[in-house]
């Protein structure tokens, strides 16, 4: 048999097993679906997550039509299939945190690199995957209460534990609580999993954000604060950890946020002697309270 054949043969009874694999994982939880759509097939395609883009982001102010502000519900088709889709969607989502990339699937990506105009669902890379049912995890948060349990799990797990904290963020007191206590009392490893979640929290205080993530869900001022109030002080601490990997993320997503309190923890911080955790260090405080990092003796 020719190299050839030997190639289409195996490629024949993997694409057969990928079958048999996502025949097994629609019949483990019923799938909801929208307008002849699966919820996978919603979230999976790029351009649902915007009208007239093919970003999953939707349009900065600059991008947006003229006279317009971001997009609305309305604009974003995966969106209004979510609302539709509900409490329904929830188990799906959750199972979709839980992928990983076998070797099978990563070679089946780089096969069909530049053969397919999209690849089928079950083929995309896995941190896309779970990228995109975060983000609809999070715009359901109000209806997935029940999922508490399993992402408190999920923690537990490396490659699903940021896309969980993310999620946990907005899923009220207790699952808030269930991050602050791992960055108090986790592993370095665990803090910088909790860390990763965080990003980008500020943005969903805004629907005028670069980032986009306000239309995911928007939070009000009183929301942001309750959870600003809590991961500050978490973060802030982090910054005393022994792991410099810890320290760097603490001190760019306090950047990010932005919150005042955090300057006295990052002017003390920068005693650190690692030079890449005091660039960052120096950074968020410039950007938090610039006249605390001058009289620091920053320049």
């Known amino acids: 048999m020719s ?25 483990s939880v019923r799938e909801p679906s929208y307008h002849g759509r699966t919820l996978r ?40 299939a979510l609302q539709a889709m509900g409490a329904n969607a929830i188990p ?3 199972e979709e945190l839980q992928v990983h990339d076998s070797v099978c699937r990563l070679w089946w990506n780089h096969y069909l690199a530049g053969k397919l105009p999209m690849n089928p669902w079950p083929l995309i890379k896995s941190g896309e995957r779970k990228a995109a049912a975060t983000d609809a995890l999070i715009f359901l948060a109000p209806q997935a209460q029940s999922a508490l349990p399993k992402l408190q799990e999920l923690l537990g797990k490396k490659q699903s534990a940021p896309f969980a904290a993310r999620v946990l963020i907005f899923l009220g007191p207790e699952g808030l609580g269930t991050v602050t206590n791992a960055l108090r009392t986790g592993d370095s490893k665990t803090k910088v999993q909790m860390i990763q979640g965080m990003r980008l929290l500020q943005s969903f205080g805004s629907n005028k954000s670069n980032s986009g993530w306000g239309m995911v ?24 950890d022994k792991d410099p990997e810890v320290q760097m993320y603490a001190a760019h997503v306090l950047g990010e946020i932005g919150d005042p309190r955090a300057a006295p923890a990052l002017v003390a ?9 005091q660039a960052l260090v120096t950074a968020a405080l410039m950007k938090i309270d610039p006249a605390a990092a001058t009289k620091a003796g920053v320049k």
Do not use: Y
């Open 217 to 240: 869900r928007h939070l009000s001022p009183q929301e942001l604060t309750g959870i600003t109030d809590a991961v500050v002080p978490c973060l802030a601490d982090c910054l005393l």
């Open 92 to 94: 799906v989502l959750v």
């Open 269 to 277: 911080a920068l005693r650190i002697k690692n030079g890449q955790v």
């Open 41 to 80: 097939e919603w979230i999976g395609d790029p351009t649902a997550w915007s009208a007239g883009s093919n970003r999953r982001k939707p349009l900065t102010p600059k991008e947006a039509p003229r006279g317009s502000r971001l997009l609305s519900l309305s604009d974003v088709p995966v969106l209004q």
């Open 3 to 27: 190299l050839k054949a030997k190639a289409t043969w195996m490629a024949a009874a993997i694409a057969g097993l990928l079958a048999m694999f996502a025949l097994v994982r629609v019949a």
